[in-house]
């Protein structure tokens, strides 16, 4: 039995100075983990596309927003950015199977290891593109990531029903 955990939806990114699982189901998105080995502080996004529209450069749905965020929350925690280490996962094409250099999650991947070199911080893991998503588990006191593939028709399953819309009665 491991920490408790915290499950991530799109937009979202969460950081934990207490042990938890930071859980997230990948497609053609992206999720960084960023790890501080020193404070054991741990934390991850999920951003949906590379590029904000105009205006949206903020919103961490999208790669700018998501990337400043888990940094500066980081940072607030207590984490120091030369201490920290990063793992990449996502940027499959789970539509068509079929992989197009430009594509939205080739631009994902690239957005997410571009942002992170000119950071300075290292990947020291990662798991981007092919045609599966994945299921990251993130060990925010270990630093360790478990990464389970699924085929696209069971991606759906394992997802599980989407959330209740609260402005739905």
């Given at each position: 039995m491991g920490p408790?955990?915290?499950?991530?939806?799109?937009?979202?990114?969460v950081v934990a100075c207490e042990p938890a699982t930071l859980v997230t189901l990948v497609g053609s998105c992206v999720a960084v983990c960023l790890w501080d080995p020193v404070t054991r502080i741990g934390g991850m996004n999920h951003f949906l596309l590379a590029e904000a529209p105009a205006g949206a450069e903020a919103d961490p749905r999208f790669g700018p927003g998501a990337m400043r965020a888990l940094f500066a929350a980081m940072a607030a925690a207590g984490a120091l950015q030369g201490r920290l280490v990063a793992k990449c996962f996502g940027g499959a094409h789970v539509l068509?199977?079929?992989?197009?250099?430009?594509?939205?999650?080739?631009?994902?991947a690239a957005f997410a290891l571009a942002t992170l070199a000119r950071a300075g911080v290292p990947?020291?893991?990662r798991d981007l593109g092919g045609a599966r998503a994945r299921r990251v588990r993130f060990r925010t006191d270990t630093g360790q990531v478990a990464v389970t593939r699924y085929r696209p028709a069971a991606a759906a399953a394992a997802a599980g029903p989407p959330p209740a819309d609260p402005t739905r009665p």
């Amino acid at each position: 039995m491991g920490p408790p955990e915290r499950p991530l939806t799109v937009g979202e990114v969460v950081v934990a100075c207490e042990p938890a699982t930071l859980v997230t189901l990948v497609g053609s998105c992206v999720a960084v983990c960023l790890w501080d080995p020193v404070t054991r502080i741990g934390g991850m996004n999920h951003f949906l596309l590379a590029e904000a529209p105009a205006g949206a450069e903020a919103d961490p749905r999208f790669g700018p927003g998501a990337m400043r965020a888990l940094f500066a929350a980081m940072a607030a925690a207590g984490a120091l950015q030369g201490r920290l280490v990063a793992k990449c996962f996502g940027g499959a094409h789970v539509l068509d199977g079929v992989a197009v250099a430009d594509g939205v999650p080739a631009r994902n991947a690239a957005f997410a290891l571009a942002t992170l070199a000119r950071a300075g911080v290292p990947v020291v893991a990662r798991d981007l593109g092919g045609a599966r998503a994945r299921r990251v588990r993130f060990r925010t006191d270990t630093g360790q990531v478990a990464v389970t593939r699924y085929r696209p028709a069971a991606a759906a399953a394992a997802a599980g029903p989407p959330p209740a819309d609260p402005t739905r009665p």
